[in-house]
């Protein structure tokens, strides 16, 4: 399946799709070094972004929300970008894998971690909190919830507004990948 939804070209954005494209193209990521393009060579903007354009009120609050999870989590990048990239294994999002393998390099995550997170293996942690954070994201990607022993384990390695900044980030890619299936014609 190709993609549903043609490009936005910048000049075609009414006033409120232009304030998302703002938001996303000058707010948190495209500050500093870039580990993927958020638009390609017009302009248009890349990925999951591109459908945010279809509904401004929708699109501005969830890029909000993803630049949030992303630029104001507790988590530690390393955390962040093994959990995002565990999302991206679960519904074999082909773009989140590829933007968050090139976001992960350049937080610290070696190749073999890399390997084992695309084919849905857990890579060898040395670190307590990143464990409990992958441990917590595989369990609400395969069953929507952690047990009161889970929820302790992760609670305790990491605290509570780190797990609510997981459970948020879990359900934000998810989203992306629906998306991302639906309007950019990835396949599951």
Same mark, same amino acid.
């Given at each position: 399946?190709?993609?549903?939804?043609?490009?936005?070209?910048?000049?075609?954005?009414?006033?409120?799709?232009?304030?998302?494209?703002?938001?996303?193209?000058?707010?948190?990521?495209?500050?500093?070094?870039?580990?993927?393009?958020?638009?390609?060579?017009?302009?248009?903007?890349?990925?999951?972004?591109?459908?945010?354009?279809?509904?401004?009120?929708?699109?501005?609050?969830?890029?909000? +929300?993803? *630049? %949030?999870?992303?630029?104001? #989590?507790?988590? /530690?990048?390393?955390?962040? @970008?093994? &959990?995002?990239?565990?999302? $991206?294994?679960?519904?074999?999002?082909?773009?989140?894998?590829?933007?968050?393998?090139?976001?992960?390099?350049?937080?610290?995550?070696?190749?073999?971690?890399?390997?084992?997170?695309?084919?849905?293996?857990?890579?060898?942690?040395?670190?307590?909190?990143?464990?409990?954070? +992958?441990? *917590? %994201?595989?369990?609400?990607? #395969?069953?929507? /919830?952690?047990?009161?022993? @889970?929820? &302790?384990?992760?609670?305790? $390695?990491?605290?509570?507004?780190?797990?609510?900044?997981?459970?948020?980030?879990?359900?934000?890619?998810?989203?992306?990948?629906?998306?991302?299936?639906?309007?950019?014609?990835?396949?599951?």
């Amino acid at each position: 399946m190709g993609a549903r939804l043609a490009g936005l070209a910048p000049g075609e954005l009414d006033a409120e799709q232009r304030e998302v494209y703002r938001a996303i193209t000058g707010g948190p990521r495209a500050a500093g070094p870039q580990a993927f393009a958020l638009t390609d060579p017009d302009g248009q903007l890349r990925g999951p972004f591109n459908a945010m354009l279809l509904s401004p009120p929708v699109g501005h609050a969830l890029q909000a +929300l993803g *630049a %949030a999870v992303r630029y104001g #989590s507790a988590l /530690t990048d390393r955390a962040r @970008e093994l &959990a995002i990239l565990a999302v $991206a294994a679960h519904w074999n999002s082909a773009f989140e894998r590829e933007a968050h393998e090139a976001v992960g390099r350049a937080v610290g995550l070696t190749g073999r971690e890399l390997t084992a997170l695309r084919t849905g293996t857990a890579p060898d942690l040395s670190d307590p909190g990143e464990r409990a954070v +992958l441990r *917590a %994201a595989s369990a609400l990607l #395969s069953r929507g /919830t952690l047990d009161d022993e @889970e929820y &302790a384990a992760t609670v305790s $390695a990491v605290g509570e507004r780190a797990l609510f900044d997981l459970t948020t980030l879990v359900g934000y890619y998810a989203t992306l990948a629906l998306h991302l299936r639906v309007f950019a014609g990835e396949g599951p």
